[in-house]
């Protein structure tokens, strides 16, 4: 069971901007899929081969995780980098087998089964 959706409009609207403005968190910067608005939030990222790993605490019917779905891309801003990812998809559980073991696992009564990854755009060449 995800964390209840009243606890995300606060962390939106109270902690969010705290703690994208201390710079301690990797920060998504995405798109609204009905607005176009350009949203900012801050994240737990865990790389991994090839991109990195989100974990959903509100459920995959967050807004940020059906933007970026929608979307089929996303930026990932960590320490001072700016990093272009795309295709957006949902795994299982199984991913924490790619994770080094001293990565923290969401706490066991979220009960979360998905998460979302993403991959590292290819550098464009010009």
Do not use: C
């Amino acid at each position: 069971m995800p964390m209840p959706r009243w606890w995300g409009q606060i962390n939106k609207r109270f902690f969010n901007p705290r703690a994208i403005a201390g710079g301690k968190w990797p920060v998504l910067v995405h798109e609204g899929r009905r607005s176009g608005t350009e949203y900012r939030t801050p994240m737990d990222a865990h790389p991994v081969p090839g991109g990195y790993l989100f974990i959903p605490v509100y459920g995959t019917d967050s807004d940020w995780v059906l933007n970026v779905r929608a979307a089929g891309r996303a930026r990932l801003i960590v320490d001072g980098e700016e990093i272009e990812l795309t295709a957006p998809r949902l795994v299982g559980e199984e991913v924490w087998a790619e994770m080094p073991e001293d990565t923290p696992t969401p706490p066991t009564v979220l009960r979360l089964r998905d998460f979302l990854r993403m991959d590292r755009a290819e550098p464009t060449t010009g």
